[in-house]
């Protein structure tokens, strides 16, 4: 069983940063790939940002390229989300998924996820 515990959400203006952090219990943290999706109201949850196990490998959806930065402690058991540049468009709930995986991969899917932590409000103001 993991717990997932995100924070660092709040309100910024356009063009302002944020740094979401996801912490997870459990001691085989470094055993779970991990992701970033956020929920618009009205909207279908969306991906965001996965990253692999080990760190190596990252994917991104194509609305936040170059803007957001996945990375992982696993000596902290935390995931974060660098988010740079930020748009209206980017206001949502954001959650943080784990998924138990034995290869160093990541995961886009929502339905690949078994974990999820209950979301933290970004809200970006124009």
């Known amino acids: 069983q993991v717990q997932l515990v995100e924070s660092g959400g709040g309100l910024v203006q356009a063009g302002g940063s944020l740094r979401l952090s996801c912490a997870a219990s459990?001691?085989?943290?470094?055993?779970?790939?991990m992701g970033w999706f956020r929920q618009a109201p009205g909207k279908e949850r969306e991906f965001v940002a996965a990253?692999?196990?080990?760190?190596?490998?990252?994917n991104y959806q194509d609305s936040v390229k170059g803007r957001f930065t996945i990375s992982r402690d696993n000596a902290k058991n935390t995931v974060y989300l660098q988010m740079n540049s930020l748009k209206p468009e980017d206001t949502a709930v954001h959650y943080c998924?784990?998924?138990?995986?034995?290869?160093?991969?990541?995961?886009?899917?929502?339905?690949?996820?078994?974990?999820w932590g209950q979301g933290t409000q970004v809200t970006v103001s124009s």
């Open positions: 990253i692999s196990w080990s760190g190596g490998r990252k």
């Open positions: 998924a784990a998924k138990y995986s034995s290869m160093s991969f990541y995961y886009t899917s929502i339905s690949a996820y078994d974990y």
């Open positions: 459990g001691r085989t943290f470094s055993s779970y790939a």
